[in-house]
């Protein structure tokens, strides 16, 4: 049986009301390609980004529903013009994807105050540079929804991982305390700790490695290296899956606070909370003496 003309205009209308205008961070490779080409094969608007806008349009390819935008998150200038040209494009926003990020592998002596200040601009200031911009309008609007790809190593420290876990788990309690923040305008916020996924977080593109060499770390550091360059391309996690799972998640009626993504980053976290009880009940008695009498 053909569809009706009203039948024609309710899809229509549930087609419109269910689009969604998605503002995508490093979205020229890896898992911000993916969750871009994810949320634009679901019908969504989106809004890929990058520091090369060539390289972003050749990735993503072509759609009416797509505006490719030059984005460097460490810079408020680009975030501000990023986020009017969304605006002015598509009329609201709905959903921030706060994705581009860097990795300087390495022990904390070895790296430089520099390289540490890269990380945290990149994975930390820069996502709330982003985030910054697209508040007013969120707030206007009374909804919106941002989330921040963070990481296990968000959940736990993990050697030769300073600079990263710092990042992360600065970004993970800056959403925590945004989403108390923000969440009586209607806003949302999800923490997304994703575990060894093949993304291109590990290539010579996005890993830097220390380049001081403190002798007492040296054999170390070695086998460090070994393994991180080992493991490029052969992580276990689907990035396109998780893209899609991200998607799905955003669809909801509620979004939830956090998503840990793969089975070894479950395993993380159900080992931190593990430790954080043993260290609970090793003072407990000591921790709870120290009130006032």
């Not at 911009?133 to 968000?154: C, D, T």
Request: proline share 2%; charged share 20%; with cysteine.
């Amino acid at each position: 049986m053909m569809p009706t003309l009203a039948q024609n205009k309710f899809n229509e209308w549930q087609y419109k009301m269910s689009s969604k205008v998605w503002f995508i961070t490093g979205a020229g490779r890896g898992l911000g390609l993916d969750i871009a080409k994810a949320a634009v094969a679901a019908g969504h608007k989106v809004v890929a980004t990058g520091r090369d806008t060539q390289k972003v349009t050749e990735a993503v390819g072509q759609s009416e529903n797509l505006l490719v935008v030059k984005l460097d998150v460490t810079s408020a200038g680009d975030a501000a013009a990023a986020a009017q040209a969304t605006l002015d494009r598509f009329g609201c926003i709905d959903v921030v994807v706060n994705n581009a990020a860097s990795f300087y592998a390495g022990y904390f002596e070895e790296l430089t105050r520099e390289q540490m200040l890269a990380q945290l601009y990149t994975s930390l200031v820069g996502p709330m540079t982003v985030t910054r911009a697209f508040l007013p309008a969120m707030r206007q609007q009374r909804s919106g929804r941002v989330i921040s790809i963070s990481s296990s190593a968000g959940l736990m420290g993990f050697e030769f991982c300073t600079a990263y876990s710092a990042s992360k788990f600065g970004l993970d309690g800056w959403m925590e305390a945004l989403q108390a923040e923000v969440g009586p305008f209607g806003i949302e916020t999800m923490i997304v700790n994703p575990g060894f996924f093949r993304t291109e977080l590990l290539t010579e593109k996005s890993t830097n490695y220390a380049t001081a060499c403190v002798a007492d770390y040296e054999e170390r550091r070695t086998a460090q290296v070994a393994f991180w360059q080992s493991q490029n391309g052969k992580q276990g996690g689907d990035p396109v899956k998780l893209a899609h799972a991200l998607v799905t998640l955003t669809g909801q009626d509620e979004l939830p606070r956090r998503f840990i993504a793969g089975a070894d980053a479950i395993d993380v976290a159900e080992q931190k909370i593990a430790l954080l009880q043993q260290q609970i009940e090793a003072h407990r008695a000591l921790s709870i003496s120290l009130a006032i009498d």
